[in-house]
């Protein structure tokens, strides 16, 4: 599609709201543009397969953003869900984004556009953006501290403007794939063997302090994934994504885990790939 740009739809996961800060911002620079945007959260199921059937139903001059953190440097399993539930649109245009805790973006970019464009989508703009990292709230100074900041809100900004001219150039917009995949070919294989899955056994137990807990469920009400069960207490399912919001937001403090470990983990591959440039915009 070119053309002046009418609808934008921008859909993402966000359990600890990086993805969520990163959404808004490309709202709002679509908004001022006089864009109609319809926002997703993935995390609020019922709005989901709704979503998917205004995709279904629009003709053109729409465009979808879809953001996912990072996680095992791969994008989290909901979104890859809804991606695979998305109609085949030929050649609507799509922009996938990621946020990432400072280690790495691994190889989510270049999957989530692979996805996309087995839904027959062009894609026509990526961003990679640099976030605290969600597994080190309890430290005082974590991966990514204060990020997004401005000067990435203002990168996302420039990437919007881009974009509209861009469509409305009347020329193929369309962004070779290849460029979101930035490690060497040895790297790429490397992350193509992790995965949340794998990392599932190095992720902090959680044990819950029976007599802390006041059954109140809000563990329930902030699980991105819906994998708590209650036998009174909090159980965690498989379907679970280790975002640790559970934890993280229990009014008691009654679901415990112990960051120690993972936190060095964190901190060596952060060494590691040292990933630059931190925030991109791809166009
Ligand atoms: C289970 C888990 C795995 C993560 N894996 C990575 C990773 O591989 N690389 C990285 O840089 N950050 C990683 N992060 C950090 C998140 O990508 C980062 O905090 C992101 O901005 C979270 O997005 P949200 O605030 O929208 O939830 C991970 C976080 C969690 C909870």
Redesign the pocket.
Known sequence: MTGKLQKAFVVYC???????HVSQTISRALQAQKIEVIECNLSKKFSETAMITKINRIKNHACLFIGS?????HAIPPVMDFIARLPEKINMPAVPFV????????IALYEMAQALTAKKMKIIGAAKIM?????LWQTEDPL?KDRPDESDDNLLREMVSSLLNKLSAGTDPAIDLSTLSYYSPRIVEKLKKTS?KK?KSQ?PKRKVDEDACNECRECSAVCPTDAITFTPYPEFEANC????NCVRLCPEDAIKADFTKIEKRIRDRAEEFKETPESQIFL
Do not use: E, K
Request: proline content about 6%; hydrophobic content about 35%.
């Open positions: 966000s359990p600890a709201g990086t993805t969520r953190p990072v996680y095992a440097s946020t990432y805790g400072g280690v790495t973006s691994g976030a605290q990292h969600a597994l990514g949340l990392a992720m994504i280790f975002c640790y």
